[in-house]
């Protein structure tokens, strides 16, 4: 039988579908033999103890010359004269230092893998405005290229937090271990994330650069009529509960529908837990207090670029606020070059509770020291540099009980380090998290290996 050339045609394409899905089989294949496989390293547990280390509590004292045990996942003790069990694995720590692990406490870590071309794997957002029933925690990949990456620079817990409407969802702080979300979180839903509405005199669709400017009566406008719109919301959400509780207490009311969303939104609206407001200029976060002490609800400020203009109204309403921009340009054309620098150290000075994040999407949440580093040459004292990524989030993030400094009782989220652990060239030689010893391999200490010796 004679085959056209339209059938010939469709017979290749066939073939070649055909072998992309056995090239794409292979290579998942081997990804999951070999550079997959250290993503599902979760380290080893038993106990630990690590000896004649310089030992940074963070919270109280540098022991000099100390020893820390770690055991059953937590700090068994710490300090200058401790006793090792016979059963521990020492590990010398001569020349080296201790650290608590790093915090960054305002990412998308595990939320998406790579945002700038491949949609499907990011799930940083829903569709529609108010999303309160949204989890960050269900969304978490536990197996994300960016967890490895991230914690073999010290970190070792995150907030991840989802984006996009007025009511973006609830984020999630997890620990950097873990083969499924269970096994790392530490608040499965810590808080509400609300995109405060801003004045912005950028018009047109979608708004942003290049957009047609508006007058500025008109973006004030618009901001107020988004912020009656969320005010509206916090209402109705007041009736739904109320509504629902009439019910529970008399069962010949009419039975009240379920929203999932406003359910989600009760705590939140009733002040028992946090909201976490993104806002950066000066009127905006002066409008995120006033929301705060109307509503009678717990705040938290990200991005935070002029808070410390605000302190007394962030101090007034116990508002802390983790701040993202120090790897940002200045704003204005006028602004002094370290303009966002010396934020952290500004709001320091004016006593607002405060800690340093990368507000960064995965690949560049490594980078945090380095963010605390920077702050800490423009204004910050060395400690309080430190604390910015260690104690003060874990603070804000109300887990200060469990982590964020060496303490006998906290979860054994411990770095071990060759140097100051806010300098780039420092190397981190052991890393626990929960207690567990973890491989320091990342995808790119694969790829250095890999290619290290070739010509």
């Not at 045609?9 to 081997?30: E, G, P, S, V």
């Not at 507000?359 to 430190?386: C, F, I, Q, T």
Request: proline share 4%.
């Amino acid at each position: 039988m004679k085959i056209t050339n339209y059938e010939l045609r469709i017979t290749q394409i066939w073939r070649f579908a055909a072998f992309l899905l056995a090239a794409h089989c292979f290579l998942f294949t081997a990804s999951a033999q070999n550079g997959g496989t250290q993503q599902n390293l979760t380290g080893k547990a038993g106990t630990f103890a690590i000896t004649n280390a310089r030992i940074v509590t963070v919270s109280g004292a540098t022991i000099e010359n100390g020893t820390i045990v770690i055991q059953n996942g937590k700090i068994a003790a710490v300090g200058a004269n401790v006793s090792v069990p016979a059963n521990a694995e020492r590990i010398d720590g001569k020349g080296l230092s201790v650290f608590p692990g790093m915090i960054d406490a305002a990412t998308n870590l595990g939320l998406a893998e790579i945002s700038g071309g491949v949609p499907a794997s990011v799930d940083v957002a829903e569709t529609g405005m108010m999303n309160a029933n949204a989890k960050a925690f269900t969304a978490v990949n536990p197996h994300s290229s960016h967890v490895n990456v991230t914690r073999v620079n010290g970190i070792t817990t995150v907030m991840s937090m989802p984006v996009g409407g007025s009511i973006a969802g609830q984020a999630t702080v997890i620990n950097l271990n873990g083969s499924t979300q269970a096994e790392m979180a530490v608040v499965p839903n810590f808080g509400l994330v609300i995109n405060f509405p801003r004045i912005s005199t950028f018009g047109g669709f979608g708004g942003g650069f290049g957009a047609p400017q508006i007058d500025f009566s008109e973006a004030v406008k618009r901001r107020d009529t988004q912020l009656d719109g969320l005010k509206k919301y916090f209402k109705d959400t007041e009736n739904y509960a109320r509504t629902h509780e009439a019910y529970a207490k008399d069962k010949t009311l009419p039975y009240p529908e379920t929203d999932i969303k406003m359910e989600a939104m009760i705590p939140y609206m009733r002040g028992e837990r946090p909201i976490i407001f993104t806002a950066e200029r000066e009127r905006d976060i002066r409008g995120v207090v006033k929301f705060v002490e109307e509503m009678k609800i717990k705040g938290i400020i990200v991005g935070g670029q002029e808070a410390w203009k605000v302190a007394d109204g962030l101090k007034k309403n116990n508002i802390a606020v983790i701040y993202t921009n120090i790897y940002n340009l200045p704003v204005r054309d006028d602004d002094a070059y370290d303009f966002l620098f010396e934020a952290p150290s500004k709001m320091q000075q004016a006593g607002v509770k405060f800690a340093v994040s990368t507000g960064n999407d995965g690949a560049e949440v490594r980078d945090l020291p380095y963010h605390a580093g920077l702050a800490g040459a423009y204004g910050l004292s060395k400690e309080d540099a430190l604390r910015s990524v260690t104690l003060y989030p874990a603070q804000i993030l109300g887990i200060a009980d469990r982590l964020g400094s060496l303490e006998t009782g906290k979860m054994a989220n411990v770095v071990v380090a060759d140097g100051d652990m806010l300098d780039p060239r420092t190397n981190i030689k052991y890393l626990f998290i929960n207690g567990r010893l973890l491989p320091l391999t990342s995808r790119h200490t694969e790829l250095y290996d890999a290619f290290k010796d070739r010509k």
